[in-house]
């Protein structure tokens, strides 16, 4: 019998029953809101300012109001808010096991440890896949709600590529969040390992080792710091993939040989 689909209920159900999954697409939600909120600002700074949106002492940037700039303050937003809430969300599935104490009970289960990292991960991707799409579409619905003007099938095609790509980029570094959730036994350790990617992804950007940098990756690939064809090359994809098949061989390593006393 295949453990696979046991696995992948029993994960789903603690998903479901959870509010962390909900609160973190809800909070990931605020980026096309905010952008939309920026689209208003920028069509009419005066009339912002009479309505209370701004202050007088707001320092706005030049930029335009249409939908090439708020498909690339989206793109912007998708890597760096997914870089810390996708991790949240990975650090809660493989670390809460840890944090609630069961972690001996799920290790016991007549069930592989195989198929229940598998569920795990599977679960992670389909969901951060899902936040992915929900945030492109509500950033539709808020542009046209705003009324901004330059919308065009092509721009839509090619920024949904640049967006939902570097999403992609961003997904295939969690496998390591999952090791460091699962080794350091808790939220914490994963969390901080988070900040410490995030950071460092500045730095390398800044100082032009960012296409060397799996964590700055998923960032210049959305094009926020440029066309990405004069950023990034194929090590930079080659780096990812290594990174994240280093991840899935620490996790599945270290839960082959997890202590099933603790």
């Known amino acids: 019998m295949n453990p696979l689909p046991s696995a992948l209920w029993t994960e789903a159900l603690k998903m479901r029953r959870s509010k962390v999954p909900f609160f973190i697409t809800l909070g990931f939600s605020i980026a096309p809101l905010v952008g939309g909120l920026f689209m208003i600002i920028m069509k009419d700074p005066a009339a ?6 701004i202050s007088a002492k707001a320092q706005l940037t030049t ?8 498909f690339e303050f989206l793109a912007q937003a998708v890597p760096m808010g997914g870089a810390i809430l996708f991790a949240i969300l990975t650090s809660w599935v493989f670390g809460r096991e840890f944090a609630d104490r069961t972690a001996k009970e799920l290790l016991a289960l007549p069930v592989s440890r195989s198929a229940i990292l598998t569920a795990k991960f599977m679960l992670v991707l389909l969901h951060t896949l899902t936040t992915t799409l929900w945030i492109f579409g509500v950033g539709l619905v808020v542009g046209y709600l705003v ?27 969690l496998p390591l969040v999952a090791f460091i959730a699962s080794a350091g036994q808790g939220y914490m350790p994963a969390f901080g390992w988070t900040i ?42 080659l780096m990812v993939l290594l990174a994240s098949g280093v991840g899935l061989f620490l996790t599945f390593r270290w839960w082959r040989y997890a202590d099933q006393t603790r």
């Open 48 to 53: 912002a300012k009479d309505m209370g949106l």
């Open 63 to 70: 930029g335009s109001a249409d939908w090439a700039t708020f």
């Open 147 to 173: 009324d901004i003007p330059g919308f065009s099938v092509d721009l839509l095609r090619s920024k949904f590529l640049d967006i939902f790509g570097s999403a992609l980029l961003t997904i295939a570094l």
């Open 196 to 237: 410490f990617t995030v950071v460092l992804a500045q730095i390398a950007a800044v100082t032009g080792w960012g296409d060397w940098l799996p964590w700055s990756v998923p960032a210049l690939f959305s094009g926020a710091a440029g066309p990405r064809a004069d950023l990034l090359g194929w090590h930079s994809y």
